[in-house]
Every structure is written in C-alpha cells, then in structure tokens.
C-alpha cells in the first residue's frame, strides 16, 4: 500500500521509497525514512496535496509524491 491511499486521521509505518534517487532524496530529507510512524492529518480540498505529521512536525507533499512511499497501516 502506498501513503496515497492512508485516509486522513490514520497512521501508517514507512516501509521504503520507490522514486528516481533526486526524489528519494529529497521525501528522506523531509523525514520520511523506513520505520518512522506517519498521521495523515488532513487533504487539501481537491485532495492535493496532503498534510503528514512526522516526528511532532508537519509536512505537505504532492499525492503523486506520495504515491512513491510504500507503507504499512498501523491498526488500533
């Protein structure tokens, strides 16, 4: 499953990065790397892009961006 498809309010563990080395790169250095936990806090009105809390901080990515970051929905 991809972070594109986590609904807002859930959480999910990152799993890895599918994306060209400039792009993976660029989604590491804004924290999202293997095992850390991410909440989908909310999406924009035409659902673009996307608001992620990581780490106690927020960030806002692009859904195709998102779509590159596979992960696993934390239950419970």
């Known amino acids: 499953m991809t972070l ?8 999910c563990l ?3 990065i599918n994306a060209e080395s400039h792009l993976m790169q660029r989604l590491m250095d804004l924290g999202l790397l293997p095992g850390t936990l991410a909440k989908v ?3 924009a009105p035409l659902k673009d892009p996307m608001e ?6 927020l960030i806002s990515m692009r859904r195709e961006e998102a779509d590159c ?5 934390c239950h419970g």
């Not at 594109?4 to 959480?11: D, H, R, S």
């Not at 992620?52 to 901080?57: D, F, K, R």
């Not at 970051?69 to 929905?73: N, P, Q």
């Open 14 to 16: 990152i799993q890895s």
């Open 41 to 43: 806090v909310r999406n």
């Open 69 to 73: 970051v596979l992960v696993e929905a």
């Open 4 to 11: 594109k498809e986590i609904l807002p309010g859930q959480t």
């Open 52 to 57: 992620l809390e990581l780490e106690g901080y």
